[in-house]
């Protein structure tokens, strides 16, 4: 099971700018991929799907809330999952965390917005957006 530890959570203005980064015990290179997602959860309100990349070639899924204001992005010599968070809104506020799931490409696509199919989660990390 790969353990995931977020970091780079924070506050800030409306209008700024966030990277989280969550860190890998195992390479996204190795025989098994993975579907490696950002998920957030808000006080009062169900966890949600942000951003997932498949790590075998790297394709992309974002929730349209985000969609041209964060990027997700892996790198594998880090073994470092990023989500760049950009133009931050206060309904952005809430604590985020990395999960991941041993799997193909076509279930990242279907699923990558779907909490209960992720098996590894990390601790998260809180971000706050104030206006």
């Known amino acids: 099971q790969v353990q995931l530890v977020e970091s780079g959570g924070g506050s800030v203005q409306a209008g700024g700018s966030l990277r989280l980064s969550c860190a890998a015990s195992?390479?996204?290179?190795?025989?098994?991929?993975?579907?490696m997602a950002w998920f957030r959860q808000a006080p009062g309100k169900e966890r949600e799907g942000v951003a997932a990349?498949?790590?075998?070639?790297?394709?992309?899924y974002y929730d349209t809330s985000v969609k041209g204001r964060f990027t997700i992005s892996q790198d594998n010599a880090k073994n470092t999952l990023y989500l760049q968070m950009n133009s931050l809104k206060s309904e952005d506020t809430a604590q985020y965390y990395c999960a991941a799931v041993n799997a193909g490409r076509a279930y990242c696509s279907a699923y990558y917005s779907s909490s209960q199919q992720f098996q590894a989660w990390g601790q998260g990390t809180q971000v706050t957006v104030s206006s």
């Open positions: 195992r390479t996204f290179v190795e025989r098994y991929t993975y579907c």
């Open positions: 990349i498949y790590t075998g070639d790297g394709s992309t």
